[in-house]
């Protein structure tokens, strides 16, 4: 579709355009001074935490749920992990050896022995 563009408007119940953006934004001027210096990553709605050191993440913790509190913002604990090493977020699997891809999310062909020859490979896409 070469020359085609598919713009598609968010607008959620409420009336605002661009939400996701906003809310993005204002995550970002919440915690601007944790993001960069590299403890948190936002996501819209997701808030990762990433310390080297275990001191002192208990701290950051509680930091990042009264500046949400403060900004009329809430957790679903059901939808917490806290104190883990390792963590699922968008396909791939964080922790300290690194990003790997979640293996239910990638197609059986790809975890199968390499192709024997490059006409297997067509075929098999």
């Not at 598609?8 to 960069?36: C, D, E, K, R």
């Not at 913002?73 to 699997?93: I, S």
Request: contains cysteine.
């Amino acid at each position: 579709m070469s020359g085609v563009a598919i713009h598609v408007t968010i607008v959620i119940f409420f009336g605002l355009i661009n939400s996701p953006a906003t809310f993005q934004t204002m995550m970002n001027n919440i915690f601007h001074n944790f993001i960069n210096k590299g403890d948190i990553v936002t996501f819209i709605d997701n808030i990762l935490v990433g310390i080297k050191m275990k001191e002192g993440h208990n701290d950051l913790v509680e930091e990042i749920l009264r500046r949400l509190e403060e900004n009329d913002l809430y957790v679903k604990l059901e939808k917490c992990k806290y104190k883990v090493r390792e963590v699922g977020f968008f396909g791939v699997v964080m922790g300290p050896n690194g990003i790997k891809l979640e293996k239910e999310k990638v197609p059986k062909m790809y975890w199968n022995s390499q192709p024997q020859s490059m006409l297997r490979t067509y075929r098999s896409s």
